[in-house]
């Protein structure tokens, strides 16, 4: 049986405990609505920019820009957004054991898979793993702008110019509520009208061509780079929306887990305090009753 000691010190360290899961919890729910801000705001843009993407793959000259080409698909990448901190539930193994799922399957079809990762969990838990990566960025979602969605469509989209890959597909967490995400696995290269737009919208687009001023593949250059930075940034929104409501619901929870460890000790401790006072009263009894 513990010792009234050793029951005080379990009762501090599970309060002590449910102090730090109720302040972080507090914290990730004052980021939550900043990110939650972040992304509903970026959303409307971005999914404009694809249906005008859209609409204008299906007018354009395919092999006019090399973002638009499709290629056998022999190579393929994959770029996993994972958080730089854990505390937050199953957010990063939910990503992991998707990612292993994809990537088993691409080679199961015999298709060579490489990896880039942004945050640190990820990266931690692949590189244990046999599979390459390319490339990983960390400790952005502490202050996330747009340059860090440029720097990462930039390096993308370069090495899909040059050959390094056929296809990019990116596994993240997309934002519900504040209790719920969606692993998601989303194709970015080559775009794929009938795939990424629906099928309705693309046999429901009507035709005829535009005038492009200053020429069609002037603005293609713009657009498409433009368009591909807009859709990793919402994505990066997405998961940081994401995280710190998956962080939010697994501090709650661990709030109140401790509080159950504390009444279920303490309960415990009085019981055992109780017996330890009755014993001792009644060997004071039994002395009081040998001395007569």
């Known amino acids: 049986m513990p010792s009234l000691q050793s029951l005080r010190r379990k009762i501090a360290a599970f309060k002590n405990t449910q102090k730090i899961t109720k302040a972080r919890k507090m914290v990730a729910a004052a980021k939550l609505k900043r990110s939650q801000d972040r992304i509903l705001a970026a959303r409307p843009y971005a999914l404009k920019m694809r249906g005008v993407l859209s609409n204008l793959s299906q007018r354009v000259n395919r092999a006019s820009h090399p973002l638009l080409q499709k290629r056998e698909g022999k190579k393929v990448e994959v770029l996993v957004i994972t958080s730089d901190r854990g505390l937050c539930g199953g957010f990063n193994g939910n990503i992991a054991r998707k990612t292993t799922e994809f990537v088993r399957e691409c080679e199961g079809r015999g298709v060579q898979v490489n ?7 990820g990266r931690d838990y692949f590189r244990r793993r046999t599979w390459p990566i390319r490339q990983e960025w960390t400790g952005i979602f502490d202050k996330l702008t747009f340059e860090h969605a440029i720097d990462i469509g930039g390096d993308l989209t370069d090495h899909f110019v040059k050959g390094t890959f056929d296809e990019l597909y990116i596994v993240y967490n997309e934002f519900k509520s504040a209790i719920q995400q969606r692993v998601i696995v989303e194709k970015l290269f080559p775009v794929d009208t009938a795939a990424e737009f629906g099928t309705a919208q693309a ?4 035709g005829g061509s535009y005038f492009y001023e200053p020429d069609e593949a002037d603005l293609l250059n713009v657009f498409i780079p433009k368009h591909f930075q807009t859709q990793t940034f919402r994505i990066l929104l997405e998961s940081a929306a994401a995280e710190h409501g998956a962080r939010m619901a697994a501090m709650d929870g661990a709030t109140r887990n401790a509080g159950q460890l504390i009444k279920k000790v303490t309960l415990h401790y009085n019981k055992t305090r109780q017996t330890a006072i009755t014993k001792e ?3 004071i009894v039994g002395g009081a009753e040998a001395l007569k």
């Open 115 to 121: 990896l880039s990762i942004v945050g640190r969990k």
């Open 203 to 206: 046999e429901g687009t009507t």
């Open 281 to 283: 009263l009644m060997d």
